[in-house]
């Protein structure tokens, strides 16, 4: 799990990152939405890679600002990394080694790979509805 401190107009909100993309912006469709109006609907978008790997991919086309330095372009924050909007700031405080969603996922898989050998005579039915998921 990734963990930002969004502060604007004086208030702080922790937000968490459970997801592989997370938009940015003013317009009520986003994930994380700022009240600044004089950003764009869509500033930009934070992408998890991994479990602990997060990036900001910017969309607004007069930068915005890294620790205090102008960037334009898509970049990999650090903890403590701070972004700032006019009067919006966020900080990237923390990420935990375990993502809920990915360490739900690993053992939804062991619970049917210990299925398959508790029940051989399922195992086909079990391995087609796997590979039929996949397709979709």
């Given amino acids: 799990m990734i963990k930002l401190l969004i502060r604007e107009w004086g208030k ?15 317009h009520h469709t986003n994930d994380l939405i700022i009240m600044d109006q004089r950003l764009p609907k869509r500033v930009g978008e934070f992408t998890v890679k991994g479990e602990n790997q997060l990036y900001f991919n910017s969309f607004h086309s007069n930068g915005y600002l890294l620790n205090g330095e102008i960037k334009t372009e898509s970049i ?36 049917i790979e210990k299925f398959k050998l508790e029940n051989p005579d399922l195992k086909n039915i079990v391995e087609h509805f796997e590979k039929v998921s996949q397709d979709v």
């Fill in 12 to 26: 702080e909100e922790d937000y968490q990152i459970f997801r592989a993309l997370v938009t940015l912006g003013t």
């Fill in 76 to 111: 990999e924050l650090n903890i403590n990394d701070t972004l700032t909007f006019f009067e919006t700031v966020i900080t990237f405080l923390a990420c935990s080694k375990t993502n809920p969603y990915i360490q739900s996922f690993e053992e939804s898989q062991n619970k």
